[in-house]
Every structure is written in structure tokens, then in C-alpha cells.
């Protein structure tokens, strides 16, 4: 059974940034695409960034820039390094794993950008 555990999510300022850590166990981590999602209040989910297994990455075009998507295999972790925070950001941000016909996502963790 794979599981992704988020962690890194805050409460943070406009302006400001924060760091987003998804460890993986239970699969081959390196043969896996990764990517992560976030669903704002009242909103559907929505892919933030992706990073396949050789490293390519692709971005929504609300956080080019701004967002950088990238991985550790030998730490099985994918990151989400978030800076010059909006307060549209705010979401749950959720990791997911996809490779061929497998599909698994995180529990979320909350991002919350106010002053």
C-alpha cells in the first residue's frame, strides 16, 4: 500500500513563503510521476505543479515563477518550495503519486496566506 504524508503547511503572511514536504513509502518512488494539487475554499481541485520521474516539470500558470516543483529519490520526498505568497494561495494542498495505471494522493495539508 503507497502512502504520501504533506507536511509544511502554515498560516504565513502575504509576501511570504513556505516549504511543502511529501514523503512517500510502500512503492518504488523513483519510477513515479509526481505532482501536487491544491483545492481552494469553494473551489475544485486544481493542479499547482508536476515533476516526472526523469525531472521535467510543468507549472499552472498562477504560480510560474513563483512555485518550484522538485524531488529526492533517495529521500522518497517531493517538495513544493511556495514563495511570494497571495492570498489566492490559500488552499489545501494535496501530494499525488501517478505512474501507468497507479494513482494515490496524500491526506492534504492546509496553506493559509492572511495578515
Known amino acids: 500500500q503507497v502512502q504520501l504524508v504533506e507536511s509544511g503547511g502554515d498560516l504565513v503572511q502575504p509576501g511570504g513563503s513556505l516549504r511543502l514536504s511529501c514523503v512517500a513509502s510502500g512503492t518504488i518512488f523513483r519510477f513515479y510521476a509526481m505532482a501536487w494539487y491544491r483545492q481552494g475554499p469553494g473551489k475544485q481541485r486544481e493542479l499547482v505543479a508536476d515533476?516526472?520521474?526523469?525531472?521535467?516539470?510543468t507549472y499552472a500558470d498562477s504560480v510560474k515563477g513563483r512555485f518550484t516543483i522538485s524531488r529526492d529519490n533517495a529521500k522518497n520526498t517531493v517538495y513544493l518550495q511556495m514563495s511570494s505568497l497571495k492570498p489566492e494561495d490559500t488552499a489545501v494542498y494535496y501530494c499525488?503519486?501517478?505512474?501507468?495505471?497507479?494513482?494515490?494522493w496524500g491526506q492534504g495539508t492546509q496553506v493559509t496566506v492572511s495578515s
Open positions: 499525488n503519486a501517478h505512474w501507468v495505471q497507479y494513482n494515490y
Open positions: 515533476i516526472t520521474s526523469g525531472g521535467k516539470t
